[in-house]
């Protein structure tokens, strides 16, 4: 199997980002640590925001330059697009696609508006993209340590000629290449960030967890008991097989863990399973899911308010809660 080129540091040259002037729209999850990183490197970077934005004070506190979102668009080469998803294509169209210039490049951490079309920007600008594989907290936290995350990087539109490169540099000043980063498309980035999150990290692993968790409760075991083998362990698991594979960790647990999570496994996430999977991965590609969450997004959430009403009742929640509140206490 031919694996993809792993760009780092000493392929992106920092000097295409440190001449242009950076704006980042949007002081969240990535546009906090994306900025304060790329002011740590040294380039020039200015936060653009709505008016009345409670973040506002906090990026003037950062030291960094606050201004509205139309004045950033007219005042940056470089325009880094982070704000949601979900919202994104209209903030475009009402405050960033009347001051597009030619030259301009426009970045993105995930390819979601461009790959569904909610954002269809003039063949006069470049069009990029930086995706983290991680958090925003993540982000800024390795780059403070020296480190970095990983991620993909990718050109829509190339109207320079040196995009792939701008894509590198900018990956660079957040930290992205310390790691190493992948080339990728932004279909393939959009439609697999969208598989994984469903399937695995916030869908899969969460949902197997409370599952677990209420067949051992309803079996009368102790709910602490329940919560440790279902909930605390798997930190220790992921750090394993995270690190080093999937044979260090069986090689790291006993006999019969191995024995049993294989054949048990097999046995839970079976071929019904595998098929609800394609059956999302299908949702994905067609834009079905898509065409939902927009229409979620736009009817002002329903089903996602009464969702989060009813996770905070999950019974896990509470204990979850009260026992890593003790044992953090106790440390
Ligand atoms: N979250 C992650 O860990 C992560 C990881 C990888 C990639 N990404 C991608 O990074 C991008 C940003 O995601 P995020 O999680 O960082 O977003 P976020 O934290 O939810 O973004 C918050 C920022 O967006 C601004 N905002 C919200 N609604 C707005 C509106 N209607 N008009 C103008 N500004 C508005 C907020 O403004 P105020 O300051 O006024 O409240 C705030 O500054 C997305 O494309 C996402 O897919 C995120």
Known sequence: MKLPKIFKDKDADLNLIKNKTIGIIGFGN???????NLSDS???????LREGSSNWQSAVESGLKCESIQDLVGNCELISLLIPDQIMGEVYSKLIAPHLTEGQTLLFSHGYNIHYKMIQPPEFINVIMAAPSGSGSEVRKQFKLGKGIPGLIAVHQ????????????YSKAIGLARMGVFESTFKEETETDLFGEQMIL??????????AYKVLLEANYNPVTAWFVCYYELKTI?????SKGFEFMNNAISDTAEYGGITRGNRIIDEQVQNEM???????????FHKEWMKESESGYPNLKNMRKEEKQNPIEKISKHLLKELCENK
């Open 238 to 242: 992921v750090d394993m097989f995270h």
């Open 30 to 36: 990535q546009g906090r640590a994306q900025a304060l």
């Open 158 to 169: 190339d109207f320079s000629g040196n995009s792939f490169e701008l894509a590198l540099s």
């Open 42 to 48: 040294g380039i020039g970077v200015k936060v653009g």
């Open 278 to 288: 394609r059956i999302a991965l299908k949702e994905i590609q067609s834009g079905k």
């Open 202 to 211: 916030t869908g899969g692993i969460p949902k197997l967890i409370q599952s």
